[in-house]
């Protein structure tokens, strides 16, 4: 959050305690004294905090200007890398929560405070987390949905950092929360189950648990009642995409990062960038004809620095131009190569554009040598055979590979076999017509 963000959120908060009775019975020493460590902020960290300070000694008994204090306390130390110093200010911060100020600032307060704090170092931001977790689990149920929310900070924390065995303890903790008492889903926390699930599809993909994902993403599925977040939905949607690209079922995880790549763009989200890739990179693995540019929602990002080479790339490759192809790969390597969703499935794609430019190669023949197939895909004489063998398996290719002699022998189709039964009928005919003439023409 920049200095201009904190500045507004502090004018929101001041304003939240402004009303008609505060004004005559406001105590003028703690303003002063708050508004002149406020201005010290930027300037003189350490004169701030002194004067922080004396407003929460002055403030008896414990109330507003004391609990701002503290709160501008811990953002000044947390600016200045003091970790020790902002866990000490939170937990005087967290004892104001209870009765010392309202409920609804409070709670809006540490929130933002979360935020802020989880942007930082990860012992500090977990260490702060359980903090507050800690403090509102003596408090009543109102305070259910600040404790939800500090739980899906942690658990976000956890997943940026590959902690899964942490994450998945907190997850089925979160998940009993939002179950009936016969384990079904509660439908009336459908969005808060939708929230869990974007910290759950996320470690399980990282995990590569994809039966598992398969199984809970169908679960996410049925839950109709909920209308979540554009963005929880669009990590939930780029999962399941990722999911279908696993399992090869590659129009369905088209049609999921589609879907993932319109709710990240409808939130805003950078994330919709990478998402686009995904889809792209699906739409040629599912050997689409369908341009993934055409869509009202995709189209402004054809000329976007970050996918002009995808958009070449698709070009290449639905027309089956190779050379060009690899010539794009080499050309927007940083772009394209080293991206690691990019780079784990270009083989994938090499594969294919290899096996159809080969296949329009060999048309013309019955018998062609593997080398001259090598010097015209570019690459060595066993890629070729390895490409032969898969076609022939596969059924593309009708055909065997002479090794010793280094040919593939293509064997004659039944609609070449039809053909020549055809010619040697006709020319039978044609000789029998001939033999008839001469006949007549004796006589």
Wanted: aromatic share 8%; with cysteine; glycine share 4%.
């Amino acid at each position: 959050m920049s200095d201009d963000d904190d500045f507004m959120c502090d004018s929101e908060d001041e304003n939240a305690f402004d009303s008609p009775d505060d004004t005559g019975d406001e105590d003028t020493d703690l303003e002063n004294a708050y508004y002149t460590a406020k201005q010290n902020k930027e300037d003189d960290p350490p004169e701030a905090l002194r004067g922080f300070a004396r407003v929460v000694e002055l403030e008896s008994p414990k109330g507003d200007w004391g609990f701002k204090a503290l709160k501008q306390t811990i953002k000044v130390n947390f600016r200045l890398g003091d970790a020790d110093a902002v866990m000490e200010t939170y937990k005087k911060l967290l004892t104001y929560i209870d009765s010392a100020v309202a409920k609804n600032y409070s709670e809006k307060s540490i929130n933002n405070l979360m935020d802020r704090i989880t942007t930082g170092e990860m012992e500090l931001a977990e260490a702060f987390l359980q903090a507050t977790l800690e403090a509102l689990s003596d408090r009543d149920s109102r305070s259910d949905r600040l404790t939800f929310k500090a739980n899906i900070k942690l658990g976000k924390l956890y997943l940026d950092h590959g902690l899964y065995a942490r994450l998945a303890v907190l997850v089925r903790s979160l998940e009993q929360t939002c179950q009936n008492p016969d384990g079904t889903d509660d439908q009336k926390k459908a969005n808060q189950l939708f929230e869990i699930f974007s910290l759950k599809f996320p470690m399980l993909t990282a995990q590569k648990n994809t039966k598992e994902l398969k199984k809970e993403y169908a679960r996410a599925m049925k839950i109709k009642s909920a209308i979540p977040h554009p963005l929880i939905m669009g990590i939930i949607q780029e999962c399941g995409g990722k999911m279908h690209l696993a399992e090869e079922t590659w129009m369905s995880s088209y049609e999921c990062f589609f879907e993932a790549f319109k709710c990240y763009d409808e939130a805003g989200s950078p994330r919709r960038i990478n998402c686009l890739k995904m889809l792209v990179i699906s739409n040629m693995l599912s050997k689409s004809d369908i341009d993934p540019f055409e869509s009202q929602e995709s189209k402004p990002y054809r000329e976007h620095s970050e996918i002009k080479a995808m958009t070449s790339l698709v070009i290449a490759y639905q027309s089956n131009n190779i050379q060009e192809f690899e010539k794009i790969l080499r050309r927007n390597r940083q772009t394209l190569l080293d991206d690691p969703f990019v780079q784990e499935y270009i083989s994938d794609l090499r594969q294919n554009i290899r096996t159809e430019y080969l296949i329009q190669v060999i048309k013309p023949y019955t018998r062609v040598r593997i080398p001259f197939l090598a010097d015209k895909l570019n690459v060595d004489a066993n890629e070729v055979e390895h490409l032969l063998k898969m076609c022939i398996l596969d059924g593309a290719i009708s055909g065997r590979i002479d090794q010793v002699g280094q040919l593939l022998v293509l064997a004659e189709s039944e609609e070449g076999d039809q053909r020549y039964e055809a010619i040697d009928k006709w020319s039978s005919q044609l000789t029998g017509l001939m033999k008839s003439v001469a006949s007549k023409l004796s006589n």
